[in-house]
């Protein structure tokens, strides 16, 4: 059996996102799994983990509890709250059984150093946490490693997806085409090959439906995510 992790921190998303990712879980994954949430606050009617939050950590930056020992165990597949399974994943699970294994950004190659002035461009890579797979055992020591000196890490890198692209070496990413952007589309050239176009100025979105998994990463407004509603309504 795995474990398929969430993690709901603070108020951005409510507990509705939470509900819907499970169900869409539970129609696109046959092999035998479990749920767990960890989060600041009870989730009525789902397995959740309140970790200590020794170094107060927020946003994006509570994904590190994902790492630490005693939290999860076995094989895990993390979801971000935002994401939509469109279609089967089974074949997420075992893609690469011995490295941690996340979303590539194909719209989105590119690596930077620190010389940027702006956090958000500093030691930018093309891994994506939205979407993980790996057996807990093997990276504890991910947590380790931040628990360090968790406020440098968080000063040094604008996200964990920079501190994961920078700091572990033993990773790889999903077969390119499973996952796609709304935003963004699938890769470089989809950024205006858009099957769904907001009027009025708005911004371009994309919809794949024989891809696996849409990455909601914006924008932010319901509108926008029309075409998704029936993969959690259904």
């Known amino acids: 059996m795995i474990t398929v992790a969430f993690v709901k921190w ?6 509705k996102y939470v ?18 949430c960890i ?7 789902i397995n959740y983990i309140v970790p200590d939050n020794l170094f107060d950590l927020e ?8 790492w630490k020992k005693g939290i999860l165990s076995g094989k895990i597949l993390y979801l971000d709250l935002d994401t939509v399974i469109q279609n089967n994943i089974d ?8 490295k941690l294994c ?4 194909y719209w989105n190659d590119m690596y930077t150093d620190g010389s940027y002035e702006h956090p958000m461009y500093r030691y930018k890579t093309p891994f994506n946490s939205s979407v993980m797979v790996w057996n807990a055992e093997d990276y504890h020591w991910v947590w380790d490693k931040f628990e360090e000196d968790p406020n440098w890490y968080i000063m040094k890198y604008y996200g964990d997806d ?8 033993n990773k790889t990413t999903f077969k390119e085409g499973w996952i796609y952007s709304n935003l963004y589309g699938i890769d470089e050239k989809t950024e205006t090959n858009s099957s769904v176009r907001i009027e009025n100025g708005r911004q371009t979105t994309h919809y794949y439906p024989e891809k696996k998994i849409c ?8 509108y926008y995510y029309k075409p998704f509603e029936k993969y959690w309504n259904d």
């Open 10 to 15: 603070g108020d951005k998303y409510d507990s």
């Open 19 to 36: 509900y819907r990712l499970q169900k869409m879980v539970s129609k696109n994954l046959n092999i035998s799994h479990k749920f767990i």
């Open 39 to 45: 989060t600041d606050k009870k989730i009525p009617n």
């Open 59 to 66: 946003g994006w930056w509570s994904k590190m509890f994902l």
């Open 91 to 98: 074949e997420l699970i075992n893609y690469s059984p011995n």
């Open 102 to 105: 996340g979303v590539y950004t």
């Open 162 to 169: 920079k501190f994961l692209g920078n700091e572990v070496e």
């Open 215 to 222: 990455l909601l990463n914006g924008p932010t407004n319901e």
